[in-house]
């Protein structure tokens, strides 16, 4: 049997080059030896989208919506496409042709070689604004820094996940999920392939600002406990300042009502930030449990079966 893969391609508002996307695929997977199947995920679209997605339905059997009732957001529409993906492996890609087709093949045999994730890694991201690459390498980089997960720097969502990957991405049920974390997180055997970021063809971003940062915060906060603990980083300032004044106030000997009040300020504050800093760190372990991600992935087990080693001892005590 050929081996099915799914497409997941999540929309909003994309009329002015849907089109355009759905025939590029198309003759894509006519060229293919694997079969498809490619999963629209409409996230809550007001313009012409789902009826360009729905007349192309009629020219390709494998063609398949996933309608939202609004507006959730991207990384929703992917986890949604997820759900419904029934393929031995999944890509996810941008509907605007930004991630190309062509790379596909590429994680396919990466794939057939044993990796369970192939990210694609951009070596070039062309069209973009200098402010949109700026702030995406920085994202990156200070989630380097911060986050519990190694996360590949400079990829995005444009990958393949085999079915063992997709099974266990779906048992994890965060609100708002920041999927490149998650996938990175689940484990297995993780590689990438280069990759030439496109221009959008038509239309504009779907990302502005606010969601940009949307996305940011959700990373962070999903995966880093640091910002939680950075009160009681803070609170070594005034605990340092108040030993300082506490000091002078003894060599001095001048306990005036300003100095003594300041010393008691400074104890006071450095107390109270580093009771938010240990609140913070409970509330961490509280958020850990409420994410209720599974607390540990097994991917595979070994010696569990019965296994005929007697005959062996039997073998090698008779020479
Ligand atoms: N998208 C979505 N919901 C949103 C925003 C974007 O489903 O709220 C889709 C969008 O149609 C596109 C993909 O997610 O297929 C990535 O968005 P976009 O191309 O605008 O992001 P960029 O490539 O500019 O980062
Ligand atoms: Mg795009």
Redesign the pocket.
Known sequence: MDQLISII??????EAGIQTTIDTLLNYVEQQKERYELIF?D?GSKDRSIQIIEKSMNQYENIKLVKFSR?F??QL?ITAGLQYATGDAVVVM???L?DPPEVIPKMIQKWHEGYDIVYGKRMQRDG?TIFKKVTASAFYRIFKKMATIDMPLDT?DFRLMNRRAVNQLRKLHEQDPFVRGQVTWIGFKQTSVMYHRQE?MAGE???PLS?MIKLAVDGITSFSMKPLQLANIFSVVPIVSGIFSLGYLLISGTYSLASVGVTILLFTLGLLLLSVGILGSYLGRVLDQVNNRPRFIVSETEGFQERNIHHLHARQSQN
């Open positions: 391609l999540p929309v909003f508002n994309e995920v996230d507006n957001g991207h529409a941008d509907a605007d930004q973009e995005g959008r971003t779907k990302y969601k």
